[in-house]
């Protein structure tokens, strides 16, 4: 192939590594409103009285909005398709404040300055409330978050407000009580992971104004920009036909931007005032305003036969979803439906959980989307089920792992009814690949480097989807312009992650021309055509698909017309990307000839092909991450020297964005594993809410990383791809706590593994 | 308070605030490059040049610059498209945020340092924070890009 598999280089890379004026705020016209909010300094309170009129007073200060000037309607800001299965729980502004950080009021004014001495002009008197802080008690607590009536779910998700439970789900297969009951080995644990932040480096923002037809134009910095269409249209109550959003550079995501966090605020400014407006959230907003990934606690009960055949796995899951409900039926049940099937030689299989509302920051979508959390607790779980076993943790993978052809029976049925298989998985290859390039047989589980150091090796496996089957869609369009160039539109975004650029090496491939004959445009809501959006690991599969089809069905157009203009039949003619040509070679015509004949007045036309695609299925890649620590025995320091990993996403499409997408992922959950701290004071307020108190690994922080894929062809996949973006980052939590057990023998099974924490087990251990 | 100071070779006369940081003045005077990416002086995405030496513009007050000589990367575009290059070989740039503050360092150290050891790259470049590339991508441009 020409252009897929090939290291293409980003067709925006130049642009954004050397400064160029592409994002959200480089955009922004001078005369915009800064917006900025009032936030609650409680974690759960009313407000009993709101007086703005000093800050309305202010010189300069054009609006300011609580309560009482916003629609009382309430919607969710998670960017998932209608009818979304997060319920609709909050209002633009709200007479609760259901967390340290919740928007008490809105302020606009003509400078910085200004909106931020407004808003200390504004007096409020809060009734202040016993909050919920510690989700292991949310359930049935005497306070409820979500007491109002007006709250509104599109269908069942297990919700139950006044326990204060967002969502509850059950996956169960077979009868796991007999299947325990076959098991010689029982592993029986509860994990904790933290609230990790997604942290990308361009902070939340959007601007809004009006065009020349009073609509509302939404410039944002957003990885959804179909979705924040529907959802604004529903929380300012307005027509979606008078909004339109547009989807410049994005400086990073990694879910985050699949919830609507600040759009809303500007857009209702601009509907207030008529004029544009901009919020920039600073980092400490980032931090403790938006969304994170859900903290959970689940708890494994694992078993097996004494060969090491796993029988039964249990799941309980409790999901932290704070304030409000933003992604919460989905993250947790991901957790479920994409770590069971790993192991499907297992006879029963169950996965029970809950999502509460607590008084804090609200969780969401983050790349890994559940299925992190998972991967971190049932993956130990293995790991010390094998050390029970007396077996090497590989080999019991390798026995009890899913293999290509296989089913499992959480991945359920097609609509013929026939089990859906994994039609594409080269698992079993990426853990043999794995185990040499660590040269697993020679070191594990550990050896001695000094007196006072020693080094372990520890292991997981995961696996992730492609798109959401059967809800995800996507369209593209690909336009052939009168001089012979294409624009490929794309709903899709590439928030850094080359999405584009992969897409457009699929038109190339089909369309055999170079990369430069395509421009990409991507997104404007009015030009755009429909995609979900950037999540779920959608765009290479889902996306991907839909560039296939269009990019066919204009080839078929340029033949035809190619064949026309040399009086002779589409089955006589063939295209090869300069020329549509005779096929016994007599006579041709350039593909810029034909461009020009069809918008003349000869051709009267333009070549428009159209490609929409949806998954049935979800095609899993999958990964054998392998972690290599050295630990100091005197500190508890834990060194990251080296981590592999093998990864099976399909036909790599770009070998050098993948690469880079993986190794971005492993050191975002090497972070989570190791750095990431979360910590609220004991009245609810997030402490860790600066780079400063947060630590994101630094580039001193990581030892060497190895990538490497070991590729099997997916069939229902664009040239066999699956996708990549999320299922980086699950691994390296699980493999990192197997090191740093096998090193010092300290289980580690809350997150993030300090040296502190490994210490002190030390110590633990040697007192028993 | 007006100032003067040389913004890429060029004299150009500020209208800045006391309490004013210079990261804030230089985008407002259409230096877009230079990002704000924290507000604690940590992750390295405001780097400007001051006087040839890389320097926080976050942390800086747009009143200190006075008379000194400020780079962007506006005002390097030739040698940051030929390090950029090296960058988007690897496909290291991913989302860009974080570049101009990135690559004003790498350019900075190469004019610093000869023929730097890896872990004299890491070092100089420890406080340009990044969340999308994990590092790698990055280090394996810089070698090739320095030549060591």
């Not at chain 1, 879910?255 to 809303?264: R, W």
């Not at chain 1, 006579?587 to 069809?598: H, K, M, P, Y």
């Amino acid at each position: 192939m020409k252009f897929v598999n090939q290291p293409i280089e980003k067709i925006d890379g130049m642009d954004v590594a050397t400064g160029k004026p592409v994002y959200t705020d480089d955009l922004v016209m001078t005369n915009a409103l800064i917006v900025k909010i009032l936030r609650s300094p409680h974690a759960f309170a009313e407000i009993k009285s709101i007086d703005v009129s000093r800050a309305e007073d202010l010189p300069g200060v054009e609006c300011v909005l609580t309560y009482k000037d916003v629609p009382n309607v309430r919607f969710t800001m998670a960017g998932q398709s209608y009818p979304e299965p997060s319920p609709y729980d909050r209002l633009i502004l709200d007479k609760i404040l259901r967390y340290v950080g919740d928007e008490v009021a809105i302020v606009a004014a003509v400078d910085e300055k200004t909106a931020n001495k407004a808003l200390k002009l504004i007096k409020v008197e809060y009734e202040v409330m016993e909050p919920v802080l510690d989700f292991e008690e949310a359930i049935g607590h005497s306070t409820v978050i979500h007491p109002e009536d007006n709250l509104h779910i599109n269908f069942d998700i297990g919700f139950n407000q006044h326990k204060n439970i967002a969502s509850s789900t059950i996956i169960e297969a077979g009868n796991i009580e007999e299947a325990f009951d076959e098991c010689t080995h029982i592993v029986e644990e509860t994990y904790y992971i933290q609230a990790q932040s997604h942290a990308m480096m361009e902070t939340y923002r959007a601007f809004s104004y009006l065009d020349l037809n009073e609509r509302l134009s939404v410039v944002s910095s957003t990885q959804i920009p179909f979705h924040v269409r529907r959802i604004l249209a529903r929380a300012l109550q307005i027509p979606a036909s008078k909004i339109r959003v547009i989807k410049p550079r994005i400086g990073g995501g990694f879910g985050g931007k699949q919830t609507a966090s600040v759009e809303v605020f500007p857009a209702i400014v601009t509907l207030k005032t008529g004029k544009p407006a901009k919020i920039i959230y600073d980092r400490k907003e980032s931090f403790s305003c938006t969304t994170s990934r859900h903290a959970m606690r689940i708890k494994v009960k694992l078993g097996a036969d004494r060969d090491g055949r796993i029988r039964g796995i249990d799941m309980e899951g409790l999901a932290d979803t704070g304030a409000y409900g933003e992604h919460a039926p989905t993250v947790f049940s991901v957790t479920g439906y994409k770590t069971l099937p790993l192991y499907n030689q297992a006879k029963a299989v169950r996965y029970r959980a809950h999502a509460v509302y607590t008084n804090k920051m609200t969780a969401g979508a983050f790349r890994g989307y559940g299925v992190t959390q998972g991967t971190f607790a049932l993956e130990c779980a293995i790991n010390q089920l094998a050390g029970k076993l007396n077996m090497d943790p590989a080999k019991l993978r390798e026995i009890n792992m899913i293999r290509e052809g296989e089913s499992s029976p959480v991945l359920g049925k097609k609509d013929d009814g026939t089990p859906i298989k994994m039609e594409s998985c080269a698992l079993d290859r990426c853990v043999k690949k794995g185990k040499a390039l660590i040269e697993w047989d020679r070191k594990f589980p550990s050896y001695e480097v000094s007196d006072t150091k020693v080094r372990g090796l520890g292991m997981a496996i995961t696996m992730q989807g492609s798109g959401i089957a059967k809800i995800d869609t996507a369209s593209t369009i690909i336009k052939l312009n009168d001089d012979g160039f294409f624009t490929l539109l794309l709903g899709s975004t590439d928030m850094g992650t080359g999405s584009d650029t992969i897409l457009a090496q699929m038109a190339a491939e089909v369309l055999e021309i170079p990369m430069d004959k395509i421009i990409v445009h991507a997104v404007d809501t009015d030009i755009s055509p429909f995609d979900t959006g950037s999540y779920a690991s959608s765009t290479t599969y889902v996306t991907g698909n839909a560039v296939i089809k269009a990019a066919e069905n204009i080839k078929e157009q340029i033949i035809e017309y190619g064949a026309r203009f040399l009086n002779q039949s589409m089955e006589a003619v063939e295209f090869d990307g300069g020329y549509v040509k005779e096929i016994d070679g007599s006579n041709r015509i350039s593909l810029d000839e034909i461009a020009q004949r069809v918008v003349s007045g000869e051709g009267k036309s333009q070549l428009i092909g159209h490609g929409s695609f949806g998954g049935d299925t979800s095609p899993a890649p999958f990964i054998a991450g392998f972690a290599e620590v050295e630990i100091d025995k005197e500190t508890g320091k834990i060194d990251l020297i080296d981590y592999v990993a093998v990864i099976d996403c399909g036909t790599v499409i770009n070998p050098n964005l993948a690469t880079i997408q993986a190794e971005g992922g492993l050191v975002q959950g090497i972070g989570m594993a190791m750095f990431e701290d979360v910590v609220y004071s004991s009245k609810g307020k997030l402490q860790t809410n600066t780079l400063m108190q947060y630590k994101i690994p630094c580039r001193k922080d990581i030892g060497k990383l190895t990538v490497e894929f070991e590729s099997s062809f997916e069939p229902s996949g664009p040239f066999g791809a699956k996708s990549i973006g999320e299922v980086v980052v699950n691994t390296p939590p699980a493999a990192i706590a197997h090191a740093v057990y096998n090193a010092v023998g300290v289980n580690a099974r809350n997150l993030p593994i300090t040296p502190e924490k490994v210490l002190m087990g030390m110590l633990e251990n040697k007192k028993s | 308070m007006k100032i003067e100071a040389t913004i890429n070779n060029k004299k150009i006369q500020m209208e800045v605030a006391n309490d004013e940081f210079l990261v804030d003045a230089l985008r407002r005077y259409g230096y877009s490059s230079v990002k704000r990416g924290c507000d604690t002086g940590c992750c390295g995405l405001c780097t400007v040049w001051i006087n040839e030496r890389p320097t926080l513009s976050c942390s800086t007050l747009a009143p200190t610059v006075q008379g000194k000589q400020i780079t962007t990367i506006e005002g390097l575009q030739e040698e940051a498209k030929e390090f950029a290059s090296f960058l988007v070989k690897e496909g290291a740039e991913q989302c860009g945020f974080c570049s101009p503050g990135f690559v004003m360092t790498v350019l900075a150290m190469k004019r610093e340092l000869e023929k730097p050891t890896e872990e004299e790259i890491q070092h100089y470049l420890v406080g340009n924070l990044c969340r999308c590339t994990g590092y790698a991508g990055q280090l394996r441009a810089i070698k090739k890009y320095l030549e060591v």
